[in-house]
């Protein structure tokens, strides 16, 4: 770290790759397509390469970093909603609907459906931003409350109420879809 | 932080070790929480299992922008417009499907990327004339470390919730006489539309004098700028803050206030070279529309 901010090009480059593939979890969870969260990352890394020199280390490298992401896959969400959807190929169903369950298919449970990476992604996409943001804070990149409520600006309170409420919708929609509200973006 | 009595709280905090021992106990007597807990262990499992990293084209790429950004600070880039601007205010409407063209080619982005920074002149005007008021705060580090001292920009950029975004600052009651409400819109076609009708007659052409009360403000006119709120919409502010601004000079012909899809904005009509564009920006300093204003 204290290369890197001295100028130590080498060091930046081991210290990204370090973080590289962290971050990279973060910003696919949370704008929940490869296309957004590769924009998203490269954001995120160039950022943190023109602000290292800036960085006095009064947070957490690591928080630091998760909040330059989260802004960054943020900010990619907005450009999103402003943007035409294309074709979607690479469209993701939420649970049970992925499996495609007759009239009268027993539903099944939120363990099973859980297991399906790519619905967790749908169902992500169905939360509202804040919800998301502090649920993918909490499960994928184990912060705690206080260091979420410093990533995304808000009282701890507001974050165990963000997390408690993004996990049940989670739940909600993952095992019962057909309650759920619209369906996700499905841009590539 | 008190006990929470609605199930999934109970749940999630239970997950969580939230709780105190005779809180868990309680909790897990209670058959409808033991119920949603099951739920919300499967749910944090799937979330926090990694998604598959980026592939190793994509990551060289990755890295190597970053890079190449970090060597252009190095040469004493920081101060770049183009630089500053670029996580934020890409134009990427018309992004093909192909998305790799951003790693590819740093020198189209880059030229995206001026071009940007050129529309944004303006927008640093006002940003520079907004008195927010000071909080005392007068650290100019512009250092990452803004996580705890500038957690309203951060708030707001995460949020969607109105009601938080607008809390903004103290000086918002005195600049509300200068700037033009432009109300609850859905859509930036729609705010483009309320702009339009909210300019003054003789607008086109950028001729708009800039004095008398009606006048938008002027950059040098801003007095006592908010100091986190400067750190973190300046050239190199802190990304963290979501800031990347370029103030330079421009034209300012309208200068509002709204609320774009519950968010709440910003909003100027400037003009560059004869042309006018309409730019709002929210509270944390991003570009939320950048486009030109048809008349």
Known sequence: MAAAQAGDRDALDALLRRHHDRLGALCRRLTGNHADAEDALQDTLIAIARSIRRYDGRAAFTTWSYRVA?????????????RPLPEAPDAVAVGPLADGPGVGAAVPSAATAVEDRLDIDAALARLPQDFRAAVVLRDLCDLDYAEIGRVLGIPPGTVRSRIARGRAQLADLLGNP???PDRPSTRP | MTTPRDPDELASALLD???????????????AVVARLAELAAVREAVGTPPPPPDPASRERSLAAALAAFDAAD????????????PMTRTRA?????TSWRASDPGRRGRWLTAAAVILVVVGLGFLARDLGSDGDSDDSAGGSAVEETSNEAGSAASGDSSEGEDTGGGQAEEASEAVDLGDVGSPDALADRARASLPEDSDGAEAEQSGDDAPAEADQGSAVDEDFARACE???DPANGG????VAGTVVLQG?????GQPVDVWVVDVGGAQRLVAVAADCTVVVDQPLEN
């Open chain 2, 94 to 98: 018309a992004r093909s499907a192909d």
């Open chain 2, 235 to 237: 050239p190199g502010g």
């Open chain 2, 257 to 261: 206030r709204a609320s774009l899809d």
């Open chain 2, 75 to 86: 040469g004493g880039e920081t101060d770049d417009p183009a630089a500053a601007v670029a």
């Open chain 1, 70 to 82: 989260t802004n960054a896959s943020l900010d990619e969400l907005r450009r999103r909603r402003r």
């Open chain 1, 178 to 180: 057909a309650d759920a």
């Open chain 2, 17 to 31: 070790g939230l709780l105190s021992d005779d809180e868990a106990a309680a909790a897990r007597r209670d058959p």
């Open chain 2, 244 to 247: 990347a601004f370029a103030p």
